[in-house]
């Protein structure tokens, strides 16, 4: 893909992608991808929702055509905010925006969700296999006990294997270099059943997003705060995730007065797999909280603008 636009904050710039126009007030969404991915896993269902929207993808900082930052510090959730802040002032200028996140990014985009300043540009939120940092530490603390909630404790921490080994400063790195990166088209095919595009960026994305884990993981989960939500909250939930339990959301409306909890059969990767499932419940969402009734299109898919 190639970016429409470039946003700069500070010492980053951001690669951003365009669907669909803003004009005649249609909805502007954007979309903010996980890790190791870069904007290009959205662009199946960027596509399909085109027509209907003005939609809107970037590189996260360290990932895809967007700089990198050197030190670990400057992937924290509150850069990754302010990332997400310069793009809406330069998509939806004085406009709300319904936000979608997958993974990381929908980890990082719950922070908009529940702080202000942001969180009054949030019409809705579509949430993929991404809980709230915070969200899991006051979840991991109910559960560190005995019984059945223990068990569940020990099912997560099984799935959550890698993140204990991201945080060491030299291992994944070298494994996305020496083998990872050119084996990922492999991996996810025997993992989730998908084919997908060589990334030519794939290995320095795995690399580089390593420091997301580093820099947020144990300090959030070790001191969560509470993060309550004003905007609608939609809850997509792969039923076949291998990395994130269904059981994390336990409690989640105690956080988000106003949720909708969507179950997918599918996998953690389900943007590639199951496209069309994704973008008619984004469109679904978008649409009950834009005041129009839902019309998303599998079979009419628009190409990025070109700037």
């Known amino acids: 893909m190639t970016p429409t636009r470039s946003v700069t904050r500070g010492d980053i710039q951001l690669a951003v992608y365009e669907w669909g126009t803003a004009a005649d007030g249609k909805p502007t969404v954007v979309l903010v991808h996980g890790y190791p991915d870069s904007a290009q896993v959205w662009e199946a269902i960027a596509e399909r929702l085109a027509a209907q929207f003005h939609v809107v993808a970037y590189d996260v900082r360290g990932a895809g055509q967007s700089s990198v930052p050197t030190r670990i510090r400057d992937y924290r959730i509150l850069e990754l905010m302010g990332d997400?802040?310069?793009?809406?002032?330069?998509?939806?200028?004085?406009?709300?925006?319904?936000?979608?996140?997958?993974?990381?990014?929908?980890?990082?985009?719950?922070?908009?969700?529940?702080?202000?300043?942001?969180?009054?540009?949030?019409?809705?939120?579509?949430?993929?296999?991404?809980?709230?940092?915070?969200?899991?530490?006051?979840?991991?603390?109910?559960?560190?006990?005995?019984?059945?909630?223990?068990?569940?404790?020990?099912?997560?921490?099984?799935?959550?294997?890698?993140?204990?080994?991201?945080?060491?400063?030299?291992?994944?790195?070298?494994?996305?270099?020496?083998?990872?990166?050119?084996?990922?088209?492999?991996?996810?095919?025997?993992?989730?059943?998908?084919?997908?595009?060589?990334?030519?960026?794939?290995?320095?994305?795995?690399?580089?997003?390593?420091?997301?884990?580093?820099?947020?993981?144990?300090?959030?989960?070790?001191?969560?705060?509470?993060?309550?939500a004003i905007a609608p909250v939609q809850l997509i939930i792969p039923m076949r995730d291998r990395f994130v339990s269904p059981e994390l959301y336990e409690g989640l409306s105690?956080?988000?007065?106003?949720?909708?909890?969507?179950?997918?059969?599918?996998?953690?990767?389900?943007?590639?797999?199951?496209?069309?499932?994704?973008?008619?419940c984004i469109a679904e969402w978008v649409d009950e909280h834009a005041g129009r009734p839902a019309a998303v299109s599998a079979k009419r898919p628009a190409r990025p603008n070109a700037r």
């Open 254 to 280: 105690h956080w988000v007065p106003n949720l909708r909890r969507r179950a997918i059969d599918a996998g953690h990767w389900l943007l590639l797999s199951h496209p069309d499932k994704v973008a008619r």
């Open 84 to 228: 997400l802040a310069a793009v809406f002032d330069a998509v939806a200028p004085g406009r709300k925006v319904h936000l979608v996140g997958h993974d990381w990014g929908s980890i990082q985009s719950w922070e908009s969700v529940t702080l202000s300043p942001m969180r009054d540009r949030i019409a809705s939120y579509t949430s993929i296999s991404g809980p709230s940092l915070d969200h899991v530490g006051y979840w991991l603390r109910a559960h560190a006990k005995p019984g059945w909630k223990g068990q569940q404790l020990l099912r997560q921490l099984g799935r959550s294997w890698y993140i204990l080994m991201f945080q060491l400063p030299v291992v994944a790195p070298a494994a996305w270099s020496l083998a990872l990166g050119r084996s990922w088209a492999r991996i996810m095919k025997t993992m989730e059943g998908t084919v997908i595009d060589a990334s030519s960026t794939q290995t320095a994305d795995g690399r580089n997003g390593v420091n997301l884990y580093r820099a947020n993981v144990l300090p959030r989960l070790l001191r969560p705060e509470p993060r309550h």
